[in-house]
């Protein structure tokens, strides 16, 4: 066995989905019953909607999922000019803006595709024993005893109270937040506009709601999210929060699927890797609610491990700690009670976020903010893995000075509006954009040394591809080397062998 996957939520069976398709042979598992009841997470962001269309599964998706047409802000009862958000990466991404899909409705989709390809989910089977001699033994104990099971590695997708990570003893470091917060999924919401993230402050209240599909009676639905308290929640009934919403923002709702409190948790694995033990989701991270980024960076974990092993923590952990980094700095100010937060949250957004919306979209700030909004610029230090750079120069006289790197390495590839569709291979690939005849020929011979596909495209728009340069692209649309195409071989071969080497779930004895 290659791969022991312990947790069937969204991480995990992202991570199955990719590894059967490509071969690897695995056990997953989870100790519930079976799938996701709850809703759970909802948000999902551009690039993880950008991976479901490599996966095959975007048309399912785009069916279930609710697209949030605006945020809007407001203090009390009374709601602030909107924010478009459907333009909110348009240009940048084929799927700009920001999709609602609750967590059940995701491991629903992906438990459906993993099996038409052969792969399965053993329910109420729990990992109580792990040993890391020679791979992974793990001992498994389910409905009709324990068994054991041997594997090569062992990704721990078991959500923040991790058995892998529990059992390995990997630290899981950070804070817990004094507050606890309300959960309701409200159907048949009035005082709210539909259709739209919608947060509400309070002098002492906050509320985050997100628009959801409707009830089978066709009731909007929404996710309400709330301050229960300062110190403890305990006491918070549905009921009393239902009060505390209609008192404080007029905000009622004639029904609800699911109410819940919890505390927010800013935390993060000591390493996403200890030898064939690996960390995956919210095994390995954990942060709040702001910025709907906590599903989104474990679909795009496991997307990451199931195609570059050997890089995975050196690139997944610095993008988890800037995450929590800024989603700690927003949590702090949105549920802050001093008096300067306060004034900031009332007046602010009444004079910004109109200017905002005039401006950012036209200027390249408002195309960066949409990348880090949607995890689109997210950047992985391709360097360390031999990928060249653009060179470096000697100054008379003086020191060697590395020049800038590419922007383009080591990010997700561009999208020109047509270039995507051959991602959908999870293949390496060389790409080449606007040549002219004699360099497509140079390029198509580098190509058929290094046995790699080569895809040639017009005019690269206005991305930073530069035309007639040659770029070569991971499976998982990250670009790792960039070179011209008569002198790409050389570099191409040295980011293949040190970027994709023996460093895959199936073949790394880790």
Known sequence: MDVLVVGAGPTGLMLANWLVRLGVRLVLIDGKDGPTIESRALGVQSRSMEIYDQLGVIDRVLDEAVRAESMRQGFGRRAFAPVPLTALGRGITPYPGLYV???SANERILADH???LGGTVRWRHRLVRLETSDGVTARIEGPEGQATVHARFVVGCDGASSTVRTLRGIAFEGTTSRQTFYLVDAVGVD????ASVNIRQGVAEF???FPMRPDAAGRAGQRLIGLASGDDGSAVTAEHARERLRDTFGVTYADQRWFSTYRVHHRIAGHFRDGPVLLAGDAAHVHSPVGAQGMNTGLQDAHNLAFALDRYEAERRPVALRLLATTDRLFRGITSGSAPALLVRRYVPRVVLPLAVAILPRIPLGRRLAGYLGRIRIRYPMEAAGAPTRGSRRPAGGRRRPRRRDPVLGRRLPWTGGNFEVLRSA?????LYAADEAT?????????????????????GSTRLRPGTAYLVRPDGFVAAIAPPDAMVGPFRTALTTTRGPG???TSAG
């Open 101 to 103: 899909l609750e967590q």
């Open 114 to 116: 993993l099996r038409s």
């Open 191 to 194: 005082g709210l506009a539909p």
């Open 207 to 209: 509320l985050l709601a």
């Open 427 to 431: 293949a390496w690939q060389v790409h």
């Open 440 to 460: 497509g020929r140079r390029a198509a011979a580098g190509a058929r040394e290094l046995g790699l596909p080569l895809h040639a495209f017009g005019s690269p």
């Open 504 to 506: 895959t779930l199936s």
